[in-house]
C-alpha cells in the first residue's frame, strides 16, 4: 500500500519546489521518490486551472459516489436474494390478494 503523506507535507514540499529546488535534490532531502513530487505538481497544476485533467475534488466526490454505489448494489443483491428465499418458502407478502 502506498505510504500516506500529510497535506501540510504535500504544500511544504511543493513550495521548496516553486521556490527553484530541484525535483532529484529535493526527493533525496525528502527521502521520497521523485515520480511523487512530479506527480504532486502536476495535480497542484491540475488543482490550480493551470492544466486539464480531474481536480482533486472532483476525485475524491467520484470515488465517494464509487463507493457508494458498490454499497447499493450490494444491497441490491441482499435484498434479491432474501425476496426468492421467500418465493421459494412460499411466504407471501402481507396483504397480498393473489391466489
Do not use: N
Amino acid at each position: 500500500m502506498p505510504r500516506q503523506y500529510s497535506s501540510q507535507f504535500r504544500a511544504r514540499a511543493l513550495a521548496l519546489l516553486d521556490e527553484g529546488r530541484s525535483v532529484t535534490e529535493l526527493a533525496a532531502q525528502l527521502g521520497i521518490a521523485p515520480a511523487t513530487l512530479y506527480r504532486w505538481s502536476q495535480q497542484a497544476r491540475i488543482d490550480a486551472g493551470e492544466r486539464p485533467g480531474t481536480t482533486s475534488a472532483e476525485a475524491s466526490e467520484l470515488a465517494d459516489a464509487r463507493r457508494r454505489i458498490r454499497h447499493l448494489e450490494e444491497e441490491l443483491q441482499a435484498t434479491k436474494l432474501a425476496a426468492s428465499m421467500l418465493k421459494d418458502q412460499g411466504i407471501r407478502p402481507k396483504g397480498d390478494s393473489r391466489s
